[in-house]
């Protein structure tokens, strides 16, 4: 923490970490050659600095390597970056001291960091990009290479011993062409239909559909067996949704969308989001009812949400807050000319003249006489909430996950999940119609979707403080969960207005997401990691057996040898915003203000570079006042302003100026975008800051009465009044 706190005082933190952990790691280099006697400080500091600069190596890889396969023309191209040449120096350090070390458990802590915090996807991308790229090839012990077949972990292994009958029974079923034994489980089972119906797609999928990223066709399904399944498919009583059954025996589940499909060498990240999307048809696929039918609804009719307004969305609020605020005062509400709603108090009638603080127009007036040329007008009472789909591209959405309305942020992650793989698995069929629905319509409905699924895993993973492998586990026990009567109960809420969404958003995060979290993760998480880890389809694997964390016999510890002892190397949690988050829900302690200040913490973290925007506005002021008319400011970008500047500390004040700007607008513009007293251009709030594109009148203090705000105006106003929110 000392370490991470010491990279959080310099502008770019990112930066400073990796250059934290690699003198870290140099001064761990120097002290190899000693060894302390018994349990000493110097020892300790010795483990403490490796295991930092193996953490923060961990996520390099995982940045640059586990998220996507980097071909050796992308990795020339990264080289011209000095982030990655940094990494890379890193990575280097960190294989000279593996290297120089008589023991292997650092080496071993590195791939639990990545198989804990980043997910087994991750490790596996990375294992397969040490056959291309050799300057990886140390991370993995040779103990630990091997095998040419592909790992694909089986997350459905969290439903339960029945599913693993299921399918070993399938397993057995394609090598001898015959379902009796299948047919044999299924009627034996004291589940209900619609579990019964999920659990053999789930090992359906899994057997047979899966078993084509063999390298080894003869492992493939015959066209015999597909045959004799066909028809066992087609009379099988328990199964009510037989064209995705049919679909996945034939590898047919993507229709149009290859992402869908199973081929040899996908990304497991892809594996992953797959099985999650199959996992989700299957379940909204069988006979369910209560908080499931909108979402059902929207698997197999896609065109009868046309008009719905969708869960999570962001909605207009600001009809209720005139609500509010006519309760507890006597308020009349007009309209500036531009539109935007402003109050009177008490008879109505305006006694002083002031500025929008929306758009900057004139309004109200003095002595009962409005301002000259702009007569009273009484505001509209339109909501300018829009129905549909409305979240845009997920590259526009912030990083961090958001909570919506009734929903926690795990709610909310969890509903988008889901919501997106019911419209991936839909557009399979008619991506015509799924598209008809988004607002505004993405020229490929598919990739569109796929994306926004994308962030949606790794924003559960954030707001569960876990990994992408974690989040994913805990889908899959949140969509077997949903099968259980209590959930699929008749509830009221659905998706036909602003307030029956609330309702139904409110009954889906009691039935579907509380109680589940209300297990307790970490217990929960750790068998589902127990079961998957010894599953047989894994737990052979050299790489994986290698992971298993590992005791010292009370007689063999050897405290002169400290570094030398496996407990010294185990993973541990960190401990984060995220994983205070989820312990306070799942234990549900009231603590007012830390909850005030944990659901407010993207704008507690932007707070710190207040004092920096302001020195860049001062700076600008003092260098363009005068000189420089609105027009000009609008036409020049911030990179060319930035190239203007004199080389040496004039140019680097600058830059890191620019960049906690750039850091505190992608943290609060989401919120920006929100706010009715903060009129930022509406496009702007929805990409990230880039000073490639960004005009430099959004750095300037412009007045909030000129139209549009400045970028840099609105976030100064915006960070002042949250602070001063804070301190009262």
């Not at 009868?304 to 307004?309: D, K, R």
């Not at 949606?456 to 099968?483: C, I, K, P, V, Y």
Request: glycine letters at 4%; aromatic letters at 6%; a neutral charge.
């Amino acid at each position: 923490d000392s370490y991470k706190q010491e990279a959080a005082q310099t502008h770019n933190t990112e930066t400073a970490l990796v250059e934290v952990a690699i003198a870290k790691l140099q001064y761990a280099g120097t002290q190899a050659g000693v060894n302390a006697p018994g349990l000493s400080v110097v020892t300790l500091l010795f483990i403490a600095n490796i295991r930092f600069g193996l953490s923060v190596a961990a996520q390099l890889l995982h940045k640059y390597y586990g998220q996507r396969s980097l071909s050796v023309q992308e990795e020339k191209r990264l080289m011209l970056q000095p982030h990655y040449r940094q990494a890379k120096r890193l990575l280097d350090q960190a294989w000279r001291l593996c290297e120089r070390l008589e023991w292997r458990w650092p080496q071993v802590f590195l791939l639990k960091q990545l198989y804990r915090s980043c997910g087994m996807d991750s490790l596996l991308s990375i294992t397969e990009q040490t056959q291309v790229h050799q300057h990886l090839k140390w991370i993995i012990p040779p103990e630990a290479r091997g095998g040419k077949e592909e790992v694909i972990p089986d997350r459905f292994i969290v439903c339960g011993d029945n599913y693993r009958q299921l399918r070993e029974e399938l397993a057995k079923s394609m090598v001898s062409n015959n379902m009796d034994g299948v047919n044999n489980v299924l009627q034996a089972m004291g589940a209900p239909q619609n579990v019964r119906e999920v659990q053999l797609l789930l090992a359906l999928y899994r057997e047979v559909t899966v078993s084509r990223a063999n390298t080894n066709q003869a492992r493939h399904p015959t066209q015999a067996y597909v045959n004799i399944s066909h028809h066992y498919l087609l009379d099988c009583q328990v199964l009510t949704n037989k064209q995705l059954a049919l679909e996945l025996l034939t590898n047919n589940q993507g229709g149009g969308n290859i992402a869908l499909a199973v081929t040899l060498n996908q990304p497991p990240i892809q594996r992953t989001l797959a099985a999650l999307v199959v996992h989700t048809a299957a379940v909204l696929g069988t006979t369910v009812g209560g908080v499931l039918l909108p979402l059902q609804v929207l698997l197999q009719n896609p065109q009868n949400h046309a008009h719905s307004y969708f869960p999570t969305m962001p909605e207009d609020v600001s009809m209720e807050a005139r609500q509010i605020l006519g309760a507890r005062e006597q308020l009349h509400w007009f309209q500036c000319a531009n539109g935007h709603p402003y109050p009177i108090g008490e008879c109505g009638q305006p006694m002083e003249q002031s500025r929008c603080p929306d758009c900057g127009a004139a309004i109200g007036g003095v002595n009962h006489r409005p301002v000259q040329g702009v007569p009273l007008q009484a505001a509209r009472n339109n909501d300018t909430t829009r129905p549909g789909h409305i979240l845009g591209p997920a590259a526009n959405r912030p990083a961090a996950p958001i909570a919506e309305r009734a929903l926690s942020t795990v709610g909310t992650c969890v509903v988008r999940l889901v919501m997106h793989a019911s419209m991936v698995k839909a557009a399979t069929t008619n991506p015509q119609v799924v598209g008809n629905v988004i607002n505004p319509r993405p020229p490929n409905p598919s990739e569109f979707l796929w994306r926004h699924l994308e962030l949606d895993l790794q924003q559960l993973g954030r707001a569960l403080g876990r990994s992408a492998d974690d989040a994913a586990l805990f889908m899959h026990l949140l969509l077997d969960s949903l099968l259980k009567p209590e959930v699929q109960a008749v509830a009221v809420g659905d998706w036909s207005n602003k307030d029956s969404r609330r309702r139904w958003e409110e009954v889906f995060m009691a039935r579907c997401v509380s109680p589940i979290l209300h297990q307790g993760l970490d217990n929960m998480l750790q068998r589902a990691n127990v079961a998957l880890h010894n599953d047989d389809r894994l737990s052979n694997n050299p790489l994986l057996q290698l992971l298993c964390e590992v005791v010292t016999p009370a007689e063999r510890v050897d405290l002169n040898r400290l570094a030398d002892l496996p407990e010294m190397w185990r993973h541990r949690p960190q401990i984060n915003l995220e994983s205070l988050t989820q312990t306070m829900a799942e234990t549900q302690v009231q603590l007012p203000v830390l909850e005030k200040f944990l659901a407010e913490k993207e704008v507690l973290e932007a707070m710190r570079y207040l004092p920096d925007i302001l020195r860049l506005q001062k700076l600008l002021m003092t260098q363009y006042q005068g000189h420089m008319d609105v027009a000009e400011a609008m036409s020049m970008k911030i990179h060319e302003f930035l190239q203007k500047q004199p080389e040496g500390a004039v140019y680097e004040e600058y830059r890191q100026l620019v960049e906690s700007f750039r850091t505190a607008w992608n943290l609060t513009r989401h919120l920006l975008a929100r706010s009715t007293s903060q009129a930022v251009p509406r496009e702007l709030c929805q990409m990230n800051f880039d000073p490639v594109t960004t005009s430099l009148y959004h750095l300037l203090p412009i007045k909030r009465t000129v139209v549009p705000t400045s970028c840099s105006t609105a976030l100064v106003l915006f960070l002042a009044n949250a602070h001063n929110s804070f301190v009262q």
